[in-house]
C-alpha cells in the first residue's frame, strides 16, 4: 500500500482507502475517484499538483489532499 503521492509517471494503481472529514470525501468521490477506482499517474513533479487518469478524465489533485489517498500498485 502506498500513498497516491508515492505513484511514478505510468504507474497504475487501485484506490483502496480515502481518508478525510466528510467535505474532502464528498468532493473526491463527486469528481469520480473513489474505492475500487483504478487511476493512472500522468504528472508527479514536486512541488505541481498531480495529474492523474481515472474514469475517462484526467484530473488535477492537490498534493497535501492526495497524501490522504492509499492505493495497491497494479
Not at 14 to 36: E, H, M, Q, S, V
Not at 47 to 62: E, F, K, S, W
Request: charged content about 25%; glycine content about 8%.
Amino acid at each position: 500500500m502506498k500513498k497516491l503521492t508515492e505513484l511514478s509517471g505510468g504507474q497504475k494503481a487501485k484506490i483502496i482507502a480515502i481518508k478525510g472529514d466528510k467535505r474532502y470525501l464528498t468532493r473526491i468521490t463527486a469528481i469520480g475517484l473513489n474505492i475500487g477506482c483504478v487511476v493512472e499517474m500522468l504528472q508527479n513533479v514536486k512541488p505541481t499538483p498531480l495529474l492523474v487518469y481515472g474514469r475517462d478524465t484526467m484530473i488535477a489533485l492537490n498534493r497535501e489532499e492526495s497524501e490522504q489517498i492509499v492505493v495497491e500498485v497494479m
